[in-house]
Every structure is written in C-alpha cells, then in structure tokens.
C-alpha cells in the first residue's frame, strides 16, 4: 500500500512536529535535511511529508491529495472543516484575541467600528456572535500596524507572548478564543485506512502526554 501522506505546517509549528514524530519513534533526517526536496520520506518510508504553508495543508487534506494534515486551530477556524479533527496536538499554543490601543475604550458609542484582521472570517464570526455590526479589513500580515496608521479601530489577530502588541502600545480587549496544532484528516482516508490513522494519533496523543 501507498505510504500515508501527511502535510505539515512549515514555519512555527514545524519543529515541534518534526520533534513530536521523532519521540513516537520515526526517522525526521529527510524533513531535517530536506534543501529543496518538497516530498520527503519519514521513518522507513512509513510516511511520506510535505512541507506547506497553513492554508494549503488545508487545501491538501480537503482534496485527498495528503491523507493527514498538522495545521494551527487558527487556520482551521478561517478557512472551514470539510475534514476531521482528530487531535489536539497541544503545541503551537496562543490565542486570537481583539486588541486596540491601549486605554482607549472599543466598545460604547454608535460608529461602526473597523477591524484589522489577517483572519477576516474569524472576525466576522466573532462579532457577529455579539450580535455587533462591524466593517472588517483583510490584511496579509503585520495587522498591528492597521490601527497605529488609523485604518482600523481594532484587530482580530494571533497572540502569543503579547510582545508585539505592547511594543507597539496595543492591548488584549477580548480574548476570542484559544489555539494550538491539531492533527486532520481527510474524510475518506479516514474510512479507508481507519486503523493506520488512529494508531498513529493514539501513539502522537500518549507522546504529547508525556510532554515534547
Ligand atoms: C504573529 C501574530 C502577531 C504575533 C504575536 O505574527 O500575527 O503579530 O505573531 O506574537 P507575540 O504575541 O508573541 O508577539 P507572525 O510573527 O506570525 O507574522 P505576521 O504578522 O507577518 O503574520
């Protein structure tokens, strides 16, 4: 039989994934080593790895082109579910929070407020939740920078340690929710290779367990 394909988020969550399969026992050398190679083997060929960006492990898994995917609960929420969750991987934790200026009070008066937010869907749904009509503003990346130019009056965006937003006098309004890696899988690969995938996920689960 083919080997599993399995897409791994490149960038934050790639060490702690490449460090996660080496404790449950598979050879990383070919991700560790990889140049420019984009399909890599893992462990004795047991898997094959491929190295993408968030939203496209996404892509990849919703199309049965990679059986498995390790992807950030944040690109989950933006970019929809027709997939299993199966595992919170418990890496790659932060939270999306609303942040603005600091000491400067977001909700009150009537103006429709604007948010900043690389995770537009994410935004509306929040506030939508709050029943709250909102113009959202999709930008690429360092959304921080939206409401210090006076396009937004918030953001709807990732944070970690909070360094960002206090070098840049921004504080956490609201947290929306927290995040961290989960594990997906595409929905047929799961019917038909049921017992490979969920011994994998129960040796990664016992793994994180103990701590990566
Ligand atoms: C993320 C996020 C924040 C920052 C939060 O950005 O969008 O800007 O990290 O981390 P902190 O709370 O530890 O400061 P990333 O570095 O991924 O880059 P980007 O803004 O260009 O997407």
Redesign the pocket.
């Known amino acids: 039989m083919k080997p599993l394909r399995i897409a791994l988020t490149k960038g934050?969550l790639e060490k702690d994934t490449v460090a996660l399969l080496e404790k449950i026992g598979y050879d990383c050398s070919a991700i560790r080593e990889k140049g420019r190679r984009l399909i890599l083997p893992v462990g004795n060929h047991e898997f094959e790895a491929v190295l993408a960006k968030a939203a496209d492990v996404v892509t990849y898994v919703e199309h049965g082109v990679c059986d498995l995917g390790v992807v950030g609960k944040d690109t989950i929420l933006e970019n929809g579910n027709s997939f299993y969750e199966i595992l919170d991987l418990g890496f790659g934790r932060c939270r999306f929070a609303l942040a603005g200026p600091k000491g400067k009070p977001f909700y009150g008066g009537y103006s429709i407020r604007t948010i900043a937010s690389?995770y537009p869907n994410v935004a509306r749904a929040f506030f939508e939740g709050k029943g709250m009509d909102v113009q959202v503003i999709k930008i690429e990346?360092?959304?921080?920078l939206a409401p210090l130019l006076g396009l937004a009056d918030a953001i709807v965006?990732?944070?970690?340690?909070?360094?960002?937003?206090r070098e840049n006098g921004l504080e956490v309004i609201e947290t929306v929710c927290p995040i961290s890696a989960r594990l997906i899988a595409n929905t047929a690969s799961l019917k038909l290779r049921k017992r490979e995938i969920e011994a994998l996920a129960a040796r990664m689960e016992q793994a994180k367990g103990d701590g990566i």
């Open positions: 934050r690389k990346g360092s959304v921080e965006d990732l944070v970690e340690t909070g360094a960002t937003l």
